[in-house]
C-alpha cells in the first residue's frame, strides 16, 4: 500500500528544496504518491485567500504534509500561511532536532550537539491580536492558555521518555510577565512532577540563549512558548550549521506536517544553491512518522555520510556544490 502525503513545495527556496527531498524520499524506495498543493504570494494575493480550500482538503485526506517555505510579507499585507495552517489544523507542538552533523566544520565543530525543541505553535504572540489604541500607540495581545501549555508539556515530557531523553529545561520570563510566562510555568512544573525519572529546570529566556552558546552540549530537550521558540531554534541552528540543516515538523492530533526550520531565502532563490539538508531532514521524520523507521535510518544515515566525506557541501555549509550536486550524493549514498 503506498503512503498517501501532502506536498506544498511553497515559494523562494521551496520549490528546490521540495524537489530535492522528495527525490531523496524517492531514493529510498519507500511507495509515497504525492498530492500537490502549489501556495505562493502570487496565488494568495490573487485568491485572497491565505490557505486555499484544495490545500487543507488535501491535508485532510492524507494527513501528512510536507511543506516548503512560503514568504510572509514584513509588516503588513497577508498574515502567515505558517501560523494559518498551524492554527488551522491545531498543529501544537512544534519539534526540531538539532544535532551536529558528522564532519561539518562550525565555530562548535569540537562539541557534540544534539537537542530537540519543543516549541508551543498555536498562541502567544502569534494570537495575531493586535490594536491601534490611538495614533502610534499599539498593543499585542500575548495569549498563553492552561490548555495549549498543558499539551505541549506533556507532549515534549512524553517525547522525552520514549526517546531516551533525560533532561528538559522550560524556559520563559515568568519574572516580567508574570501572569503569561508564570502561567506556561506552572503547566510544565505540574507535567513534570509526572516524570520524576526526568530532570526538569527552568531557565529565564535571556539566560538560556547565553548558556546555549557557552555550552551547548549541556541541552537535551528545550520546551518553549512561541515566540520564544522561533528565536531560540534559529540560535540553536547557528550553533550547528546554520538554516540549511535543521528539520521540523508540526505536530497535532490529527495531522502532521514538515518543514524546515528555514524560511524561503529569497536572496537565493531561484540561483540552484540553497541547502536542502533541512528539507530532507524533515523527510526523514516524516518517514518515522509514517512507519517507515528502515528508510528513515537509511536517509538520515546516507545525509551524514555525505557531510562526514565534507566532497558535495553546499555553499552556507562552506562547499561549493549545488543543490542538485548536494542530493546526487545522498542518493548516491542511500544506494550504496
Ligand atoms: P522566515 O521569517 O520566513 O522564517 P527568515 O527571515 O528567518 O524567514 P530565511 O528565509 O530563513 O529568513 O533566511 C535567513 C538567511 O538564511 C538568508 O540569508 C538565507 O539565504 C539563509 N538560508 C535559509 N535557508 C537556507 C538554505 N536552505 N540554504 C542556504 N541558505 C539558507
Not at 15 to 24: H, I, N
Request: hydrophobic residues 45%; contains cysteine; negative net charge.
Amino acid at each position: 500500500m503506498p503512503h498517501y502525503c501532502t506536498l506544498i513545495p511553497g515559494d523562494g527556496i521551496g520549490p528546490e528544496v521540495s524537489q530535492a527531498a522528495v527525490r531523496a524520499l524517492s531514493a529510498t524506495g519507500v511507495d509515497i504518491v504525492w498530492k500537490r498543493a502549489e501556495l505562493n504570494e502570487a496565488i494568495i494575493l490573487e485568491s485572497g485567500k491565505t490557505l486555499p480550500k484544495y490545500l487543507l482538503d488535501s491535508l485532510n485526506e492524507t494527513r501528512v504534509g510536507l511543506k516548503g517555505p512560503v514568504t510572509t510579507p514584513v509588516a503588513g499585507g497577508f498574515q502567515s500561511v505558517n501560523v494559518q495552517l498551524r492554527k488551522t489544523l491545531d498543529l501544537f507542538a512544534n519539534v526540531r532536532p538539532v544535532k551536529t552533523l558528522p564532519g561539518l566544520k562550525t565555530r562548535f565543530q569540537d562539541v557534540a550537539i544534539d537537542m530537540v525543541i519543543f516549541r508551543e505553535n498555536t498562541e502567544d504572540l502569534y494570537s495575531g491580536l493586535e490594536h491601534e489604541v490611538v495614533k502610534d500607540v499599539v498593543t499585542s495581545l500575548k495569549v498563553i492558555t492552561r490548555v495549549a501549555s498543558e499539551r505541549i508539556a506533556n507532549y515534549a515530557f512524553n517525547y522525552a521518555r520514549l526517546n531516551n531523553r533525560t533532561h528538559v529545561a522550560a524556559i520563559h520570563k515568568a519574572n516580567i510577565m508574570k501572569l503569561a510566562d508564570g502561567l506556561f510555568l506552572r503547566c510544565c512544573r505540574e507535567t513534570a512532577a509526572k516524570f520524576p525519572e526526568i530532570h526538569y529546570k527552568e531557565l529565564i529566556v535571556d539566560n538560556a540563549s547565553m548558556q546555549l552558546v557557552i555550552r551547548p552540549e549541556t541541552f537535551d530537550l528545550l520546551l518553549l512558548p512561541n515566540l520564544y521558540g522561533d528565536i531560540i531554534s534559529d540560535l540553536a541552528a547557528g550553533l550547528v550549521g546554520g538554516l540549511g540543516i535543521v528539520p521540523g515538523a508540526n505536530m497535532g492530533e490529527h495531522h502532521a506536517v514538515f518543514e524546515a526550520v528555514h524560511g524561503s531565502a529569497p536572496d537565493i532563490a531561484g540561483q540552484g544553491k540553497a541547502n536542502p539538508t533541512a528539507m530532507i531532514l524533515s523527510s526523514v521524520m516524516l518517514l518515522t512518522h509514517i512507519g517507515e523507521k528502515d528508510a528513515a535510518h537509511r536517509l538520515q544515515s546516507a545525509v551524514e555520510k555525505v557531510y562526514a566525506e565534507g566532497k558535495y557541501l553546499t555553499g552556507d555549509v562552506g562547499g561549493a556544490s549545488s543543490t542538485i550536486e548536494f542530493t546526487d550524493a545522498v542518493v548516491r549514498a542511500l544506494k550504496d
